[in-house]
C-alpha cells in the first residue's frame, strides 16, 4: 500500500473540499479547522507511515468535528442551564472554610495559589488530548493496531456519551458563576479563568487562543477534561503496557482532574462524573460493542487496514 491511485488522491481531495465548505456554511470557519484539514491531506500524500497516522486519526478529527457541530443547536435550548444548583451542591459536599467563610473549592484557590502550582496546572492541562493521542500513537507504532482502533473509538464513545450529559443537564463551569453570578447570559465567550496565571508565567497567550473559540461555555457536566486521560489510562493498563508508562498515565491524569478544580473551570462535582463518564464508556465499549460481531468486526477491518500501512 505504499503507492496512492489517482483515486484516492481524488477522493481525500474531494472530501476535505466539501468538508471545508459545509464548516463554511453552516457553522463558520476557524483557522485551526482548515489547518487540520491541511496536515490531514499532507500526512495522508506523503508516506504510507504519514497515512497510517493520517487514518488513525479519523476518530479524533470525528471528535472535534462534532463538538464544534454542537453551535448548531446550543445544549441551553434543550434545558434550563444550572447555575445555582450546582454550585450550592458543591458547597454543601466540598466546602472549605476560609475563616468565618465557607466557599467552593475553586473560589478557594483563586484566593490561594502560588506560582509553581500555576506553572505545574498549566503543564497538566495542556495533556488533555495531546496526552492520549500520545498513548494511542504509542500503541499504533508499537504494532498495537487492535489495541489502538479499541482506543480511538471508545474514545470517541465517550466523547458521545459526555455530549448527552450536556444537553441532559447543560451546566455552568464555576467560573462563570463567581464572575456573573446565578443569571445566564448566552453572549458571554469563554474564558481561560484560573490558567490566565499559566499564560502571564509564561508570557505566551497559550490558554487564551484555545478558549477563544469555546463552542459552548455551558457545557461544563461531566467534565470530559477529567474524562479523556481516564481513557488513556483505562488502555493502558488493559492492553497490559509497561508500569512507567501506566504510572506516567495516572499521574497525568490526577494532575488533569487537580487542575480542572485549581483553575476553576469545573467543580468536583464535574470532575467525579467525567471521570464516571470515562470509565462507564470503556465498560460499555468493551462489553458491549466489541461482543456485537458487525461492531467487531469493523473494528477489525480498521485495524488490519492501519497494519498494512508501512
Not at 507504532?141 to 458521545?160: D, K, M, P, S
Not at 487542575?259 to 470503556?282: K, N, Q
Request: with cysteine.
Amino acid at each position: 500500500m505504499s503507492t496512492l491511485s489517482r483515486r484516492e488522491l481524488v477522493a481525500v481531495g474531494l472530501a476535505s473540499l466539501a468538508f471545508l465548505a459545509v464548516q463554511a456554511m453552516v457553522v463558520g470557519l476557524i483557522p485551526a479547522q482548515v489547518l487540520m484539514v491541511a496536515l490531514f491531506c499532507l500526512l495522508y500524500v506523503a508516506h504510507p507511515l504519514t497515512r497510517k497516522v493520517a487514518m488513525a486519526m479519523l476518530p479524533f478529527i470525528a471528535f472535534e468535528i462534532m463538538y464544534d457541530w454542537m453551535r448548531l443547536y446550543p445544549n441551553y435550548r434543550v434545558n434550563p442551564v444550572d447555575l445555582r444548583g450546582i454550585y450550592e451542591s458543591e458547597l454543601a459536599l466540598f466546602g472549605i472554610s476560609d475563616g468565618a467563610t465557607t466557599m467552593i473549592p475553586c473560589q478557594y484557590f483563586a484566593l490561594h495559589h502560588t506560582a509553581w502550582l500555576d506553572l505545574l496546572a498549566g503543564i497538566f492541562y495542556l495533556c488533555w488530548v495531546p496526552g492520549p493521542i500520545a498513548v494511542g500513537l504509542w500503541l499504533l507504532f508499537r504494532g498495537e493496531e487492535g489495541w489502538y482502533v479499541r482506543f480511538a473509538l471508545c474514545f470517541l464513545l465517550v466523547n458521545l456519551l459526555g455530549f448527552a450529559g450536556y444537553y441532559l443537564h447543560p451546566t455552568a463551569p464555576p467560573w462563570y458563576v463567581l464572575e456573573h453570578g446565578f443569571t445566564a447570559d448566552f453572549t458571554v465567550g469563554g474564558s481561560t479563568a484560573g490558567l490566565s496565571r499559566f499564560d502571564r508565567l509564561v508570557g505566551l497567550s497559550v490558554f487564551g487562543s484555545i478558549y477563544v473559540n469555546n463552542s459552548n461555555i455551558f457545557a461544563a457536566l461531566p467534565s470530559l477534561h477529567a474524562a479523556y486521560m481516564t481513557v488513556a489510562t483505562a488502555y493502558a493498563v488493559l492492553s497490559r503496557r509497561s508500569w512507567p508508562l501506566v504510572t506516567l498515565c495516572c499521574v497525568v491524569s490526577v494532575g488533569i482532574w487537580l487542575t480542572a478544580v485549581y483553575s476553576c473551570h469545573h467543580y468536583v462535582i464535574d470532575v467525579v462524573l467525567g471521570v464516571f463518564t470515562a470509565l462507564m464508556g470503556v465498560f460499555l465499549f468493551e462489553r458491549l460493542l466489541m461482543r456485537w460481531p458487525p461492531f467487531r468486526g469493523f473494528a477489525e477491518r480498521y485495524a488490519h487496514y492501519l497494519s498494512q500501512l508501512k
